[in-house]
Structure formats: C-alpha cells, structure tokens
C-alpha cells in the first residue's frame, strides 16, 4: 500500500471524495435537482469544505479548474467514463492516462471496472496499466468496483459487492469504492473481503438526510474507512449542510440524528 492512499486522500485514515464525475456519466439530468452545479466552480468551492478529502474529475474538469484550486484540494482524476447515452454491455472508454494525470498534479487516479461484464477482460487490462502508471507516480488508486452486465442475476447482491471489493485488492487498489449492500453485516464482509485496500461506500442516488448518514455511519461502524458521494451532496439545496454532517458522522463518529442539528437540519 502506498503512503499517499492515507495522506493524500484521506485525514486519520478516513476519506470523503467528491465526486463530479457525472456530467459525463448521466448527463444534465444530475444537475437538475440544483442547477447552479452544472458549473463546475460551484464544486470546487464545495470541495473546500474542510470535509473533503479529494475531488474525483474527469480530465477537462481539471484541466480548466483545477490550477485555480491547486492549493485548497487534493485532486484525484478519473481515467475512464462513459456517457448514459451508450446503451451497450457495461464498459467504461478511457479517457486519460495516469502519466497525463499527474500532469495535470492529481494526487489520485480513479478507475472503474464492470466485474462480470463482456467487457470485463479488456477493463482489466486497461486497469492494470493504469494502476502500474499510478503507481510510478506515487498517486493513489481508487477502484470503482461495480459488478454489472448480463451474466449477473443482481448487481445489488451483498455477496457480488463483496466480490467487487475483493476485485479491488485482487489488482491493486488501494481504496475501492462498493455500492452500499444494504446493512451493516453485508458492509463488513465486503470490508473483511477487500483486506489492506481500503473501502468507500458509494453515495448512491438521493436520499433523505437521515436515511442517507444512517448508511453511512452504518458502514462506518462496519470497517468501511468513508465514501465517495456526489449527488447526495450537491444536489441538496444546501450542500455544505450535509458535508457538516458528514464530517461529524465520518470523521468524529457521531450519530447522525445529532450531527443533522449541529449542522442545522431539521430534515
């Protein structure tokens, strides 16, 4: 495991990554709930907010926005994506390298891979040149480890979400992202499966304040060392609210009904 897994993207061994990867992944059709995100300047600035720990972007994000941030954010560039407009067997282009990355002073790559996808193999090979260019650059790997495509009955599975953490650690990462599996109990064999690597919880789609830190600080208590979330904050009408509350739950412990009034919510 590399030193920069725990001090670049992380403070005391936990993680909030914002991610803002969603432009490309689905579309206009994210920003709609708050439309003063669909520019980019809004999530730098939320990305300063002392709960986060890494901003997650596609290469033309950071290249237009980051060198004004260089200072304030610890910048993690995602390799591949694919628009919501491809319809095809789950696979994700690769749109950067990890070389050009740390060109653009990322401190962190992130990669996804569709275990169990007809494009599974292919992933693979393009995760492994990524994490090897990473790691001849000091950068940390963050996996988005999703299990999807035609040969799986149900993506949503504790034990697939296990497997896709144990993908994560199986090549190389060191942080894996996993959808939530839905306990507490199902969190810790993921966690339990992925070994040294590190894991994240996904943000997942919206939901209410409560439901939402609930899961966090569930898998929190599981092993899990944080999560990587972008609509559950920034399609909030006030996301800086619910980054308080996260940094209370993920960083302090503390339970989510008493980090929501700390933070002002009375959702």
Request: aromatic content about 6%; hydrophobic content about 40%.
């Amino acid at each position: 495991m590399l030193p920069s897994a725990d001090n670049t993207i992380s403070r005391d061994g936990r993680s909030i990554i914002l991610a803002y990867d969603h432009g490309l992944e689905h579309g206009p059709v994210d920003f709609e709930p708050n439309p003063a995100t669909a520019d980019p300047e809004r999530l730098f600035e939320l990305a300063t907010h002392s709960a986060v720990t890494s901003l997650a972007v596609q290469k033309g994000i950071a290249e237009a926005y980051y060198p004004d941030y260089e200072d304030e954010i610890n910048l993690m560039v995602k390799l591949n994506g694919t628009s919501n407009l491809w319809r095809g067997e789950p696979n994700s282009a690769v749109n950067c390298s990890a070389e050009y990355a740390a060109a653009l002073g990322a401190d962190a790559i992130g990669f996804t891979v569709y275990g169990g996808s007809n494009h599974e193999v292919e992933m693979a090979e393009e995760f492994r040149e990524a994490q090897e260019g990473a790691r001849e650059h000091d950068m940390a790997v963050v996996m988005w480890s999703y299990p999807r495509g035609q040969g799986l009955r149900n993506a949503n599975d504790p034990d697939v979400i296990s497997y896709g953490a144990r993908v994560g650690l199986e090549l190389g990462a060191d942080v894996v992202k996993v959808k939530y599996p839905g306990s507490a109990e199902a969190m810790a064999d993921a966690v339990e499966m992925a070994g040294p690597a590190k894991v994240v919880m996904s943000g997942g789609t919206m939901k209410d304040d409560e439901g939402f830190l609930r899961n966090v600080a569930d898998a929190i208590d599981a092993g899990a060392t944080g999560l990587a979330v972008g609509r559950n904050v920034f399609q909030r009408d006030e996301p800086e609210r619910i980054l308080d509350a996260l940094e209370a739950v993920v960083f302090e412990e503390a339970d989510p009904t008493e980090a929501l009034a700390v933070a002002g919510s009375a959702d």
